[in-house]
């Protein structure tokens, strides 16, 4: 017994690629109307060149809302060996691992979840260099892990018509008070 577990700890630990989103747990939370999305973390740790082929998200509900993934579809992602790259979301840029776009009018504190399946390969030669493909290559191999959206009240509040009208009514009072002030002065 102590032998196998002598041998087990010996043992160098085989190389392999990981991809985890941002925020780990893979959840988020989003308001009606809006979009908002993942980032990722990919680690390449090994002596291949690692190349994103395809994300497919099964599970969310449409009447939620539509998912559109970044890391193939927009910004194809390729890592060369023993690479680590960290990328947070970032919608204006289009960066991260894709993004939610939720519904108007999607019911506040419903969720919906997806399993997401990301396909990639590993190539013994850059993808895009001259020397093509090679026999050790590695096709349509896959992460897959879940993540969730849940709609959210606003929290940036549009002011009730009841508020601006108090407020409103309050700062003529003041502008009238200060003018009336004035004028018994002189």
Not at 152 to 177: D, H, K, M, N
Request: glycine fraction near 10%; proline fraction near 8%; aromatic fraction near 10%.
């Amino acid at each position: 017994m102590k032998l196998v577990l002598a041998l087990c700890l010996l043992l160098p630990t085989l190389p392999a690629a990981s991809l985890t989103l941002i925020p780990n747990s893979g959840n988020i939370n989003i308001e009606p109307g809006t979009s908002y999305g993942w980032g990722f973390d990919l680690n390449n740790d090994t002596s291949n060149y690692l190349l994103v082929t395809s994300v497919v998200a099964s599970g969310f509900d449409p009447l939620m809302g539509t998912f559109q993934d970044f890391i193939v579809s927009v910004n194809p992602t390729i890592l060369g060996p023993n690479t680590i790259l960290n990328q947070a979301y970032n919608q204006s840029l289009q960066q991260g691992f894709g993004e939610f776009a939720m519904l108007p009018g999607a019911p506040i504190g419903s969720t919906t979840g997806a399993t997401f399946s990301v396909t990639y390969d590993l190539l013994v030669n850059d993808p895009f260099g001259p020397l093509g493909s090679h026999p050790n290559d590695q096709y349509s191999l896959e992460f897959t892990f879940d993540g969730s959206v849940t709609s959210t009240a606003p929290t940036s509040g549009v002011p009730e018509p009841s508020s601006v009208i108090l407020t409103g009514a309050g700062l003529l009072c003041a502008a009238w008070r200060l003018r009336r002030a004035n004028s018994v002065r002189c």
